[in-house]
């Protein structure tokens, strides 16, 4: 539990912004004491629907404007001045993928300047881990989900395909930091993981055929052996036990 | 079956010829197996070689005794002389033959698994010793299988152990193989005893403390049967590093219980205070961590070592198995865990050896290791089935016996059950409810707790022979039914399989992608977790381990992503091969209507990637016509593919007499025990390679010009070809010209021209061909036929209408799917087009004589 005067801040930050004021039904109360419920109906909002949990939303906010600096807003400064991501080599890939607008759900595409907490939260929640509750059909969704911020986030230009241009681009930053192969390997190994993509998708190609790029559904088939599950999940802290128990207990 | 009658019969005449009092029995084993294997087939052998041995059981008793000899014998009957190794090979091939029996009948062993039936098998064999001697002269003793048997089998799961999993789960892993270790043993001998004051099992002489003895030997989960029963099933990932790595640590585990309360035993119930007892806590610590870090040592040791063992390369495996055996031995001085010792080891050398020594050197070292672990494997389940006809050991107390099966496999299930609640609260993948199950069921004991079962003490534990008699029962009871319905009940289940494909390339990348984004997304949301320690550590590691641990070179091509490319490239140049080979020859590699769809898709929009042929390119570019290339009809396709199956059929002949190389230097054999190729003389390989660049070179100019000129210098060729085309030249050349045309290379042009100033690599050699190509092979000598030039109507009018041949769907056909990935490959090679422009003036001066060929000639340039 984060002591009162953490909360207390949080609140005042987010009335300064004035956003939304959800459900805050105490307008007898005082007005910290409304601020505070006011938090706790966004949070339990946003909780519905990332499927976070209100301790995990707490603690993401908690970052979040350590990240913005007490702002309402993050921007890719904010993120890139994280100095334990300087040695990723895909860093700006990700950092891209926070501002990209095709990963908050919503049907449209290009980028942001900025994003708010919300659209933070949405990022972060491609990599919440399933419970033992997630059923079948579930997890099928997530795995899509989670494939399809993958596909995203190499597809840099937003058409849907990722382009052998585009890709060389990811196995390029890919190798970069490995430091002993060269960019001439790295073209080669692009170029061979292209061609396993359009061999196994385009068994029969034509000879006037050209492999214009990896689309989503192909990129979905390649990818269906990989498992997922250990794969693109992170542990979130403070995990709301609830929804990890193991309803199924016999002994 | 033919084969395994063979075998049985070469080992009752082993056995004969042995004349071993003991092993007498062994003939009729053998044979008993074969019947059982094969019914109605051998019956008649068995029983003559029983005889045979029996009889020669009678010889055999004044074969050994050494009498005062008279005078000088020319040979003597040594059997006590070589006794023990013989007996000890004979049995190695006995179980190995075990082995070969059972894997020949795949449907058996679809349902029930290798080692249950091993385990019959030694009923079997152990039967048949009984019947003989009367005495159960085999079974497994605890010093050859703690010293000789396990070592290697531990060694070799630890060297193959899929790290990132095992270190990824090994919190889950250490819960599962200490506190469910201590769990089982505690709860069991509790529990019996309880019984037993409860005055379930009658009168045995059994206090507390051997009965928690008793329970920490039969705890622990058998590597060796968990691996053999689950290798069958292929559970995902997860699941089975759970498994298998519960069973690996807890052996180390259920090694140090069992030493602490022997030794409890030893002071007896009065002398145990809490001093003793936190010193027995303080000891298991120390015993399982001391083991763990002296395996990390010799790990250690062992990367440092083969460093520097590149001039020593043939015995560079060795070091290995060496150093492995004396982590354990040494664990097993100082009395650490040597079975967590020698895990420790091969788990931490694993990475390093694997660069730092040669490639031939890391497949010895997998395969022997492999071929060890497997036999020792093999002969553990067989003497596990031997040991237990023996009826020193068969106490039977009913009421300990079923208590203990019964406690086993309830403890195992609560256990788990209840280990797996707790850490699914942790876990960020909970382990579902189904692989629990499987978990639990999964629970198989082995021969580890039958060794520690015969170690025990008799003069301090009166009811040993009780004791391993259950524990045989238990064994048998997990191994062999548990093992058989492990299957149905995993298909029942419908437990997540592993899928079994291979890793694809872009499988790998992406699972990079995943490692640094899951970094990232930690580092964005502020948290230390899993993935921040993995790379924490990678970084480490990359910065210090690998510059202590791994030679320079080795360092460099140490990229999971590149070895998994080079590795599948490797693999369609062997598909390339093969399916070269299917034809024939490897000539439609060379085809050049194989590669220029690949041309064709990449050098519109991706101009970058044909950098390297940028000759070709510009050469093509400007006659404008890359983008149109029409297709060949299949018809005319097919005629032309006749023509160039008929003309590799001759190629081939011709090519054999001409590249398999007449030995200069016959039967120069050459020895040493430090080298592989000795007996490859240098200039041997030299003249090979000079020979196929030669050729490699000859048909690409004659293809270039549009005439396959040099095929018809061969002498040979023409020989065939009279005999094989009754029609005549003109058909004959017609077709030749097809076949030069359409498949691009013959590559059996016999060097004409070529030969005097044949370099030794192929760019030079072009220059020198301009310069020397007047020096010419008398050998052969170019005899230029005009009938050549015939081009049949129909395909000079294909000519006129383009250039590049486009490959019709048929020739794509013949290019299988995944050699694709070749193509940039070939795609470089393609820039020794330039040969063609500068081969140009040599085909003008044939334009007179052959009107179409000399279009196409002039296209070319």
Known sequence: MPNSSVRVQRARARSVRG??????????????????TRSEHRHQDLADRTGFSLEQIKNLHRRFQQLSGDEETISKENLESIPALANNPIRKQIIGAFFDKRNQNRDEVGSCEQIGFEQFLMVMSHFRPPSLKTTAEEKEAMRREKLRFLFNMHD???????TLVEYRKVVEELLSKSGAIEEETAKAIADAAMLEVASTNVPAMGPDDFYEGITFEHFEQILKGLEMETRMHIRFLDVDTTTMRCGKFTS | MAATRGFALLLCTLLMASRGA???????????????????HNTGGGHEAATNSSSADQGATDGHETAPITTLPIVTWKWTHVSTPYLVALWVLVSWICKLIIEANHHVTEVIPESALLICFGFILGGIIWGADMVQTFKLNPTVFFFYLLPQIILDTGYSMPNKLFFGNLGAILVYAVIGTVWNAASLGLSLWGCHQGGAMGQLDIGLLQYLLFGSLIAAVDPVAVIAVFEQVHVNEVLFILVFGESLLNDGVTVVLFNVFDAFVSLGGPGINAVEIIKGIISFFVVAFGGSFLGLAFGLLISLLTKVTQNIKII???????LGYLAYLTAEMLSLSSILSITFCGVSCQKYINANMDENSVNTVRYVMKVFANGSETIIFVFLGISAIDKEIWVWNTGFILLTLFFIFVYRIIGVFFLTWILNRYRLVPVEFIDQVIMSYGGLRGAVAYGLAALLNESKIKEKNLMICTTLLVVYFTVILQGITMKPLVKWLKVKKASVSELTLIEKLQDKVFDHMLVAIEDVSGQIGHNYMRDKWNQFEERWMKRILMKKSARKSRDQVFKVFHRLNLKDAMNYVAEGERRGSLEFVRNETAFIDFKKKFVDDLPDITAGMS???TAASSMGRIDQVPSVSLEMHEQNMKGVRQMEDIN???????HLYKGRKQHRHRYSRSHFNVNKDEDEVQEIFQRTMRNRLESFKSAKMGVSQPKKISKHAKKDQLQKVPNGKSTDNSKRYLAGDEDFQLSEGDASGFGASGGSYPFPMMVSYRAGAGIENPAYIPDLDPMAAKIPPWLAQAELDGEPVAPSQRAQLRMPSDLSRLAPLRISARSNDSFAQADAPAARQRDDEAPAPSKRGGHNV
């Not at chain 2, 044979?31 to 094969?38: G, L, N, Q």
């Not at chain 2, 560079?316 to 060496?322: G, K, N, S, W």
């Open chain 1, 19 to 36: 956003s939304r004021t959800g459900r805050a039904g105490g307008a007898a109360a005082a007005a910290m004491g409304a601020s505070q």
């Open chain 1, 156 to 162: 840099t230009d937003n058409d849907g395909t990722i």
């Open chain 2, 22 to 40: 003991s092993l007498a029995s062994g003939g009729p084993v053998q044979s008993t197996s074969t019947v059982t294997a094969d019914p109605g």
């Open chain 2, 316 to 322: 560079e495996p060795a070091f290995v198995f060496v």
């Open chain 2, 615 to 617: 000759d070709d390119h």
């Open chain 2, 652 to 658: 081939t002949h011709h090519l054999l007499q001409q």
